[in-house]
Protein backbone atom coordinates (compact mmCIF):
# COMPACT_ATOMS: atom_id res chain seq x y z
CA UNK A 1 0.00 0.00 0.00
CA UNK A 2 1.45 3.32 -1.01
CA UNK A 3 1.97 6.38 1.60
CA UNK A 4 -0.16 9.38 0.91
CA UNK A 5 0.93 12.96 2.39
CA UNK A 6 -2.28 12.20 4.72
CA UNK A 7 -0.94 8.96 6.13
CA UNK A 8 2.65 9.49 6.48
CA UNK A 9 1.83 13.00 7.61
CA UNK A 10 3.93 13.99 11.15
CA UNK A 11 2.84 16.75 13.86
CA UNK A 12 6.41 17.35 14.99
CA UNK A 13 9.82 18.57 13.11
CA UNK A 14 11.86 15.81 12.56
CA UNK A 15 15.55 14.47 10.71
CA UNK A 16 15.13 12.09 8.21
CA UNK A 17 18.21 10.08 7.42
CA UNK A 18 17.96 9.73 3.36
CA UNK A 19 20.43 6.91 1.93
CA UNK A 20 24.36 7.14 1.56
CA UNK A 21 26.16 5.16 -0.45
CA UNK A 22 29.99 5.63 0.49
CA UNK A 23 32.60 5.32 -1.98
CA UNK A 24 35.95 6.41 -2.21
CA UNK A 25 35.39 8.27 -5.39
CA UNK A 26 32.98 9.85 -3.75
CA UNK A 27 29.67 10.05 -1.73
CA UNK A 28 26.35 9.69 -3.03
CA UNK A 29 22.68 10.10 -1.60
CA UNK A 30 18.86 10.64 -2.94
CA UNK A 31 15.46 11.49 -1.91
CA UNK A 32 12.49 9.98 -3.50
CA UNK A 33 8.79 11.71 -3.20
CA UNK A 34 6.81 9.46 -0.94
CA UNK A 35 9.35 6.91 0.11
CA UNK A 36 12.03 9.09 2.23
CA UNK A 37 9.80 11.85 2.30
CA UNK A 38 6.00 12.22 3.00
CA UNK A 39 4.89 14.04 0.40
CA UNK A 40 5.06 14.03 -3.55
CA UNK A 41 7.86 17.13 -4.65
CA UNK A 42 5.89 20.03 -6.19
CA UNK A 43 8.79 22.77 -5.87
CA UNK A 44 12.36 22.95 -5.03
CA UNK A 45 14.43 25.78 -4.19
CA UNK A 46 18.22 26.57 -2.54
CA UNK A 47 19.37 29.46 -0.10
CA UNK A 48 22.60 30.00 -0.48
CA UNK A 49 25.35 33.42 0.31
CA UNK A 50 23.84 34.55 3.30
CA UNK A 51 25.62 37.06 4.88
CA UNK A 52 26.79 36.17 8.12
CA UNK A 53 24.31 36.46 10.84
CA UNK A 54 21.52 36.88 9.06
CA UNK A 55 18.40 34.79 9.54
CA UNK A 56 16.32 33.32 6.70
CA UNK A 57 12.28 32.32 7.30
CA UNK A 58 10.50 33.49 10.17
CA UNK A 59 6.87 31.88 9.27
CA UNK A 60 5.23 29.34 8.98
CA UNK A 61 2.60 27.60 5.91
CA UNK A 62 -0.96 26.90 6.39
CA UNK A 63 -0.57 23.94 3.65
CA UNK A 64 2.94 23.32 2.68
CA UNK A 65 5.56 20.65 4.15
CA UNK A 66 9.36 20.94 3.77
CA UNK A 67 12.02 18.90 3.78
CA UNK A 68 15.43 21.23 4.09
CA UNK A 69 19.16 19.78 3.24
CA UNK A 70 22.46 21.02 4.42
CA UNK A 71 24.05 20.22 0.38
CA UNK A 72 26.85 22.29 1.99
CA UNK A 73 28.21 23.82 5.07
CA UNK A 74 25.66 23.85 8.51
CA UNK A 75 23.25 26.15 9.58
CA UNK A 76 20.48 25.89 12.22
CA UNK A 77 16.69 25.51 11.78
CA UNK A 78 14.44 26.51 14.61
CA UNK A 79 10.95 24.82 14.50
CA UNK A 80 8.41 26.31 17.04
CA UNK A 81 4.63 25.15 17.31
CA UNK A 82 3.84 27.59 19.77
CA UNK A 83 4.43 25.83 23.15
CA UNK A 84 7.59 24.76 22.05
CA UNK A 85 10.91 25.29 20.18
CA UNK A 86 12.94 23.15 18.81
CA UNK A 87 16.69 23.29 17.61
CA UNK A 88 17.94 21.58 14.71
CA UNK A 89 21.54 21.70 13.70
CA UNK A 90 21.98 20.42 9.98
CA UNK A 91 25.37 19.78 8.65
CA UNK A 92 25.36 16.54 6.97
CA UNK A 93 24.15 15.87 3.61
CA UNK A 94 22.31 12.69 4.01
CA UNK A 95 20.23 14.10 6.64
CA UNK A 96 17.02 16.04 5.91
CA UNK A 97 14.58 17.95 8.61
CA UNK A 98 11.07 17.35 7.65
CA UNK A 99 8.13 20.41 8.91
CA UNK A 100 5.00 19.67 8.47
CA UNK A 101 2.62 22.42 7.56
CA UNK A 102 1.76 24.55 10.72
CA UNK A 103 4.95 25.27 11.97
CA UNK A 104 6.98 28.37 12.59
CA UNK A 105 10.31 27.91 11.47
CA UNK A 106 13.28 30.33 10.84
CA UNK A 107 17.06 29.19 9.53
CA UNK A 108 19.89 31.07 11.21
CA UNK A 109 23.65 30.76 12.20
CA UNK A 110 24.53 29.81 8.24
CA UNK A 111 28.16 28.80 7.56
CA UNK A 112 30.54 30.21 4.99
CA UNK A 113 29.71 29.21 1.57
CA UNK A 114 26.24 26.90 3.15
CA UNK A 115 23.91 25.34 0.98
CA UNK A 116 20.40 24.69 1.80
CA UNK A 117 18.28 22.34 -0.76
CA UNK A 118 14.22 22.89 0.28
CA UNK A 119 11.75 20.77 -1.09
CA UNK A 120 8.22 21.71 -0.96
CA UNK A 121 4.70 20.07 -1.26
CA UNK A 122 3.01 22.47 -2.76
CA UNK A 123 4.16 25.21 -5.51
CA UNK A 124 4.61 28.91 -4.55
CA UNK A 125 1.17 30.47 -3.44
CA UNK A 126 1.64 33.90 -1.12
CA UNK A 127 -1.37 33.28 0.69
CA UNK A 128 0.02 29.98 2.46
CA UNK A 129 2.23 31.89 4.40
CA UNK A 130 1.81 33.41 7.93
CA UNK A 131 4.36 36.00 8.73
CA UNK A 132 2.72 37.83 11.80
CA UNK A 133 3.52 35.49 14.82
CA UNK A 134 0.48 36.54 16.79
CA UNK A 135 -1.45 35.22 13.79
CA UNK A 136 0.46 32.30 13.45
CA UNK A 137 -0.43 31.39 17.27
CA UNK A 138 -4.10 32.24 16.39
CA UNK A 139 -3.91 29.60 13.56
CA UNK A 140 -2.70 27.02 15.47
CA UNK A 141 -5.49 28.04 17.96
CA UNK A 142 -3.32 29.05 21.24
Known amino acids: ?10 MKAEI ?3 PRFEDP ?9 LKHIPFK ?10 PGGQVRGGHAFKEQQEL ?11 VDDGKE ?9 YYGLYIPAGLWRQMENF ?22 YAE ?5 GL
Do not use: C
Not at 1 to 10: A, C, G, L, Y
Open 68 to 78: IVALSGSFDVV
Open 136 to 140: FLNFR
Open 16 to 18: IQL
Open 111 to 132: STNSLALVLSSTKYHATDYIYD
Open 1 to 10: MPNTSESFRM
Open 41 to 50: IERTYWIYDV
Open 25 to 33: RGNLSFIEE
Open 85 to 93: KQLFSLNRS
